[in-house]
Each structure stands twice: as C-alpha cells, then as structure tokens.
C-alpha cells in the first residue's frame, strides 16, 4: 500500500511528513492522556499542504471541530491511519474578526459535512467549500451557538498543557503565558 508505515517507525514518519512543510508547533503527545500521538500547529497557509500529504500517507479525517479562545477561533482537524493507528491533530488559528479557513473538501469530499456544522456553531468560513449552506441550524439563522462572549474566553495556553515541543517556530508564542512573554522581553 503506498504511503503505509512499513518498518519505517511513527516518529519518523512523521517528521518526514511535516519536515517539508513550516510547522509552527509540533508535539509528540501521550495517547493515554490526550488520544492523541501528535499535535502539530499549522498557518492557514500550510493547512492544505499538510492535509494533502496527511491523504497521501493513507490517513482519514476524523472530525473537525473549533475552540473559541481569547486569540481567536482554533480550528482542530483529527486524522488517524488505519494500517498503524496514530491520532494527529492538526491546529489553525483564525481571527474572531475574520473567521475564515480554507476548506480541505477538495482533498477530503467527507470534510464539506464537517466545515458547515463548524461553520454552524462558530460562524467560521471554509473559502472554496463546494456546498457552504447550514448543516445542522436553520438557514435564516445568524447566532453561532458555540460562540462564546470575550468574559467566557480562555487563553489557549490555559487549555493545552505544558509540553516540550519537537519544532517550534521562535515566533510562535500561542503557548506561552502572557507573564512568561514578559519576562523574557517578548510580549
């Protein structure tokens, strides 16, 4: 089967699937934890290349989902493989202003389903999915449900907990507590 794992091992396989495209923030995870192996942050710009090489390697989309956090709206992909299970999240983060994403269904026909009840509860746009009208909520409808107020927001670095990256982009800072930022002359 192309793109199976083989002998070569889940780790490699990995950095070689994301060693060509620019990862902001790659995490090996503890699936009795998280039932996750990696988390890996991704540019909207990077999305559809990961995606893509995610396909090629055999993976399936799971489901797709968003966090409404103080930073913005945190699209969250789940891929897994069925040859040798290893559940990948894939992270991108959209403004509140513009909460817009491209849609992966030109790789993943069953990703349309998953952008408009995401586009239902968020208010979250897919540019370029085939058939963007609601899924689940009436289409006169205008509140996103799962929209949460600014006061009821959480930073993103209070959801994840502390890890120690394999990559991170030294501008990528989504993680690291406003305090932290501070001491160090970043924020």
Known sequence: MAGSVGS??????????????????????DPAKTGL????????????????????????????????????????????????????????????????????????????????????FYGITFTGNPNPVPLLLAPDMTEHPLQKTEAQRAFLWDLFPPAEPLRAAADFTLLTPAAKLAETGEA
Not at 13 to 24: E, N, P, W
Not at 38 to 51: C, G, Y
Not at 90 to 107: C, D, G, K, N, W
């Open 37 to 120: 192996a990696w988390s890996v942050f991704l540019a909207q710009s990077d999305l559809l290349p990961a995606v893509k090489l995610l396909y090629r390697a055999n993976y399936f989309l799971e489901d797709l989902t968003a966090i409404d956090a103080k930073e913005g709206y945190l699209a969250v992909y789940h891929f897994d493989h069925i040859d040798s299970p290893g559940r990948v999240a894939l992270r991108v983060l959209t403004s509140h202003e513009a909460p817009e994403l491209p849609s992966i269904a030109s790789v993943y026909q069953g990703a349309e389903w998953h952008e408009r009840e995401t586009t239902d």
């Open 8 to 29: 070569v091992g889940r780790d490699e396989m990995i950095d070689s699937l994301f060693g060509t495209i620019k990862v902001q923030y790659l995490v090996k995870c």
